[in-house]
């Protein structure tokens, strides 16, 4: 009897087909369908020395899967993926799997799961960060939903994953659409981070004079530091590659519009269904869409021109950077935490921080040597509602405030853009406060719509009358 194969992978681009390689080098017997013959081909010659195939034809892809199958899915998130799983359905049996490994949103997960679970399928969604390289070599997995599927996914998804310490980079988040929540959520970190490093550019090239050189270098001394991470990394790195058409800095030939897929927008958008605050990732994603007006910008620069040169002691500065950056990178997490946090609550998600932090530390866009303190934290105190509350974190915060303020004041009166940095120290300030200035809003709404309020001194909401001459 001819032996089937393990796992099946439904769409071989970069990054199903990657993930079919790492299984193979990890010893399972895997193979891919896709429409395309040219994926096909490229993972034959691929994995030839695995002997990897796959399939054109979905009903020969199913039959050489064995019993429970277990179908990973890599498509585009939208309707192609409820396109792919109506096709699936009616070739499959109770107790099948189907396991959605791309950007879906999560209720759309939320949705599909209940479906398939109708019909006896076992279903579950997946974030996988870490790119093409990741998928290849060992991504950060965060798998939410059906436990069972799970269950007979563990041993896969432990072996190709990162690994931090021996420990994969990889755990069971929890039920529902949970694995997708938190790789949204990962993902509008990344946004933050991005538009933090592009804003530590900015000030350094426009407002300090550095050259792509020097940027470079104080890129490079950073990331040997505290602020070491995949981001920093890779952005140290651009400042040294060459335009082969001009010979140029590449960096200084890209359009300032920049684009993105969505992810970071969603993160935004159930922040505000949970009314829950995450205002620097709300930046970067905002600061993304006013890129676009470069039209707009270009004239307005014209009519509001200003030097944006600070006379300050540009070492000093750079020091003073380094901490910002840091302060305002310990921020973006635990803006995204915390929104982990209330999600948990509002949708029984029975999250584990620290497990996340953990699986977060390796293989994903986000890694950092930060995660660790993260981890710590969490590890610590697992009900821990806020990462500002962390008592070490309250030391490398208080730490590094004055050069957060110092960096934040210099800029705004040089008048550089800086929303992320500028964001990040407006919520740590609202946070800190302890009486603010919201009893007057729920005046206002009181007086012109009889909303009513709360007092200090006694329970129950209350209506004043607020213009006697027109009562």
């Not at 900015?202 to 505290?226: P, Q, T």
């Not at 310990?330 to 982990?340: D, R």
């Not at 806020?386 to 974190?393: C, K, Q, S």
């Amino acid at each position: 009897m001819e032996s089937k194969y393990t796992l099946g992978m439904i769409g071989l681009g970069t990054m199903g087909r990657n993930l079919l390689l790492n299984m193979a080098d990890n010893g399972f017997a895997v193979t891919g369908y896709d429409k395309d013959p040219n994926m096909i081909e490229k993972l034959k010659q691929d994995g030839s020395k695995h002997n990897l195939t796959a399939y054109s034809s979905l009903e020969d892809f199913i039959a050489s899967l064995e019993l429970p199958r277990r179908i990973m899915l890599l498509v585009p998130a939208g309707p192609i993926v409820d396109s792919v799983i109506k096709e699936l359905e009616p070739l499959l049996e109770k107790g099948d799997m189907i396991i959605d490994s791309g950007n879906s949103h999560f209720t759309d997960t939320s949705r599909r799961a209940i479906e398939l679970s109708d019909i006896g399928i076992h279903f579950f969604g997946m974030g996988i960060s870490g790119g093409e390289e990741g998928a290849r070599f060992g991504p950060s997995i965060m798998p939410g939903g059906d436990k069972t599927a799970y269950s007979n996914m563990k041993e896969i998804l432990e072996a190709v994953s990162a690994k931090v310490n021996g420990d994969p980079c990889v755990a069971y988040i929890g039920p529902g659409a949970s694995g997708h929540f938190v790789k949204m959520v990962h993902n509008g970190i990344e946004y933050s981070m991005m538009q933090l490093l592009a804003e530590s550019y900015d000030i350094m090239k426009n407002a300090l004079d550095y050259s792509n050189e020097e940027i470079y270098s104080v890129f490079e001394k950073w990331n040997n530091g505290r602020l070491q991470s995949f981001l920093l990394e890779v952005t140290r790195d651009i400042f040294k590659v060459k335009d082969d058409k001009t010979n140029n800095f590449l960096l200084d030939m890209i359009k300032d519009e920049a684009k993105s897929k969505g992810t970071g927008k969603w993160t935004s958008q159930v922040s505000m269904d949970l009314q829950l605050p995450i205002p620097t990732i709300n930046e970067a994603v905002s600061t993304r869409d006013l890129s676009k007006y470069k039209s707009l910008r270009v004239a307005l620069s014209k009519v509001y021109a200003q030097d944006n040169t600070l006379a300050e002691n540009k070492e000093q500065f750079i020091i003073e950077l380094e901490q910002a950056l840091y302060f305002s990178v310990i921020t973006s997490y635990a803006q995204g935490l915390h929104l982990l946090w209330q999600a948990s609550i509002s949708y029984k998600y029975e999250l584990q921080l620290h497990e996340i932090a953990q699986i977060w530390r390796g293989g994903c866009i986000i890694r950092a040597e930060f995660l660790e303190d993260i981890y710590q934290a969490y590890k610590k105190q697992p009900d821990l509602e806020h990462l500002y509350a962390d008592a070490g974190v309250q030391e490398k915060m208080k730490e590094i405030l004055p050069g957060m303020r110092s960096v934040v004041t210099h800029a705004l009166q040089s008048g550089l853009a800086i929303p992320a940095f500028a964001s990040a120290l407006t919520y740590f300030d609202s946070l800190r406060t302890e009486r603010m200035p919201s009893n007057l809003i729920q005046a206002q709404r009181d007086f012109f719509g009889a909303h009513r309020f709360e007092r200090t001194d006694a329970e129950g909401t209350f209506h004043a009358i607020w213009n006697p001459i027109n009562a």
